[in-house]
């Protein structure tokens, strides 16, 4: 079986951190983790997301995942993540764990 390689465990670690009811953006999740990459973030994430809280990763202004926007907007409003008034994103404000 393949397993994550140092980078994408880097990441994995990091999103296990992130509390219920908060997000980090994909740069955030970077910094902490030592990466340059929000991008690598999300293709770890695609690969081995399942095996932690991906949902409580979003984009820097706050909006979902595009192809799993309706599923991630589910998760986060059920955890009780701030969310803007039209409920279309993660209100940043609030909710980015720092």
């Known amino acids: 079986m393949d397993e994550p390689s140092a980078k994408e465990k880097a990441v994995l670690d990091v999103v296990e951190t992130i509390p219920r009811g908060f997000v980090m953006s994909y740069g955030d999740v970077a910094d902490r983790a030592g990466l340059g ?14 095996e932690v809280a991906w949902q409580r990763v979003v984009m ?13 907007q589910e998760l986060l409003r059920a955890e009780g993540t701030p969310l803007t008034g039209d409920g279309k994103r993660v209100n940043m404000r609030s909710a980015r764990f720092a």
Request: overall charge neutral; hydrophobic content about 45%.
């Open 60 to 72: 820097s202004d706050g909006s979902f995942a595009k192809h799993l926007a309706l599923e991630q």
């Open 37 to 50: 990459s929000a991008r690598f973030v999300g293709q770890a994430l695609a690969r081995w997301g399942d």
